[in-house]
T-cell receptor, first 113, second 113 residues
Framework: DAGVIQSPRHEVTEMGQEVTLRCKPISGHDYLFWYRQTMMRGLELLIYFNNNVPIDDSGMPEDRFSAKMPNASFSTLKIQPSEPRDSAVYFC???????????FGSGTRLTVV | SQKIEQNSEALNIQEGKTATLTCNYTNYSPAYLQWYRQDPGRGPVFLLL?????KEKRKERLKVTFDTTLKQSLFHITASQPADSATYLCALAGYSSASKIIFGSGTRLSIRP
């Protein structure tokens, strides 16, 4: 298996633009998580899905953020409009069982200027 | 409020010695605790999981202990090597929401030859 695949690897965008981050989880993993990592706040959970259904989105910072999982092999995290404070590394992770370890993707480094 | 604290931002150890990292938590009833390794520019990599009814877990040169009375987990790397240099993250899942884990801020470990 190729692991969790995220794209793009790097994204630089101007303030106010829409940004879409993509994730392909490991086949057979029922859970998918989106995290954001910054030096100041560490790894923060944004939202997670179980069997493609959003379960907990309490970590989504505001209405500018949205996430979807239309099928078991694809998820998107969208920011519209983007702001400089959204600059961070965004990680997608998946896991098979409720207590298994997470497998993380390589992340998307987002810079909003 | 719930809090996860890792003992220090950075730890420097002589090669061959045992490195010990600490993870303390407050206001949690943990179902289980996990440890991850993160290298610069990469996503975290799962190392070990220990459940609240387990005292100790081992994997090769790694050992994790979990003391729910002290509200603390210790992570040991024996016979440390320069290749063990990385940031190590602990993560907790509470009984109220065992499907998601919350990460500590991490400890950066450096092993000098």
């Amino acid at each position: 298996d190729a692991g969790v695949i995220q794209s793009p690897r790097h994204e630089v965008t101007e303030m106010g633009q829409e940004v879409t981050l993509r994730c392909k989880p490991i086949s057979g993993h029922d859970y998918l998580f989106w995290y954001r990592q910054t030096m100041m706040r560490g790894l923060e959970l944004l939202i997670y899905f179980n069997n493609n259904v959003p379960i907990d989105d309490s970590g989504m910072p505001e209405d500018r953020f949205s996430a979807k999982m239309p099928n078991a092999s694809f998820s998107t995290l969208k920011i519209q409009p983007s702001e400089p404070r959204d600059s961070a590394v965004y990680f997608c992770a998946s896991r098979r069982g409720a207590q298994d370890g997470y497998t993380f993707g390589s992340g998307t480094r987002l810079t909003v200027v | 409020s719930q809090k996860i604290e890792q003992n220090s931002e950075a730890l420097n150890i002589q090669e061959g010695k045992t490195a010990t990292l600490t993870c303390n938590y407050t206001n949690y009833s943990p179902a289980y605790l996990q440890w991850y390794r993160q290298d610069p520019g990469r996503g975290p990599v799962f190392l070990l999981l220990i459940r609240e009814n387990e005292k100790e877990k081992r994997k090769e040169r790694l050992k994790v202990t979990f003391d729910t009375t002290l509200k603390q987990s210790l992570f040991h790397i024996t016979a440390s090597q320069p290749a063990d240099s990385a940031t190590y993250l602990c993560a907790l899942a509470g009984y109220s929401s065992a499907s998601k884990i919350i990460f500590g801020s991490g400890t950066r470990l450096s092993i000098r030859p």
